[in-house]
């Protein structure tokens, strides 16, 4: 199975790139709901992550207070480590799983929506990386307007991602997502003519 790695900085419309793929027909395994499913109540990665960032973490339900955690986790560089060896390699045996059960069913091609692809070097692994490639300011703004988020906590979470540079650097295909929505389909729609050939 072709695999094809998609990422971006936040805000920059991964998303949204991913979404014109599978309906054009390339399934997606989005790592940010592999990550959400990883945490449901009873799942063995909410035990540990409350075993190591506390109990109280969980509600009554089962369920994770997902602010807190990233209060606790975020609050020094230290934190967050003990947070990420947790959680990537779960995320990466389930992604693993998804991908494996989509070869099993005659999938020729799969798309990998990864925010942090080129920060783990999962790249290396796939047979395509395509970034979706926005300027900051624009991000900050379509983070802001879209999201909800406020401006200076937008500009915090930009900033602890890889810069733009080095994922570009990383990259077999670019997708300028500085324009209108109408130009990404068409640049995606490209992209996918271009997959196509190599299948
Ligand atoms: P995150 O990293 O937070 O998951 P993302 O990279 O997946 O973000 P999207 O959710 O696809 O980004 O896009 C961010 C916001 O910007 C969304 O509200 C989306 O509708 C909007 N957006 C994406 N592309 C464009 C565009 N070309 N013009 C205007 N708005 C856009």
Redesign the pocket.
Known sequence: MFTIGLT????????????MFADAGFPVVDA?QVARDNMAPGSPVLAEVARVFGEDLIGAGGELDRAELARRAFASEEQTRKLNEITHPAIRRESDRRFAQLEQRGVKAAVY?M?LLVELGLNEEMDLTVV?D?AAE??VR??V???GLDEGDARN?IARQAGDEERRARADIVID????????RARVEGVVDKIEKML
């Open positions: 971006g900085g936040i805000g920059s419309g991964k998303s949204t790139v991913a979404k940010d929506d925010p979706v926005v624009e991000r379509r983070l307007e879209h999201r979470r997502n500085n324009g209108s929505l109408e130009e990404l």
